[in-house]
Nanobody, 126 residues
């Protein structure tokens, strides 16, 4: 089992920045790929970015050039640095872990992930 806890959400003005954190426990963090997803009210959950065990990443078009994912295996934490935030970035952001140990892939589909955090609210508004 893997437990994921997100933090760092909040209210920010358009153009501002936030850094989300996702702390993992329960299994060796470095063994699995991670991802961030978001869900705005009345919409489906959507992929934001995924990171492999080795640190490679794939970004959704909406996140390219503005968001950066990173991982610190020593701290069992994955981060999402979000810059130049827009009102349309408002959503609940959730991190997820792919449970297959040893995979070197990056996953972009929601159903590729086995473990989910509870989410953290990000609101971009003036």
């Amino acid at each position: 089992q893997v437990q994921l806890v997100e933090s760092g959400g909040g209210l920010v003005q358009p153009g501002g920045s936030l850094k989300l954190s996702c702390a993992a426990s329960g299994r060796t963090f470095s063994n699995y790929a991670m991802g961030w997803f978001r869900q705005a009210p009345g919409t489906e959950r959507e992929f934001v970015v995924g990171i492999s065990r080795g640190g490679g990443a794939i970004y959704a078009d909406s996140a390219k050039g503005r968001f950066t994912i990173s991982r610190d295996n020593a701290k069992n934490t994955v981060y999402l640095q979000m810059n130049s935030l827009k009102p349309e970035d408002t959503a609940v952001y959730s991190c997820a872990a792919h449970g297959s140990i040893g995979s070197s892939a990056i996953y972009v589909q929601e159903n590729d992930y086995d473990y989910w955090g509870q989410g953290t609210q990000v609101t971009v508004s003036s």
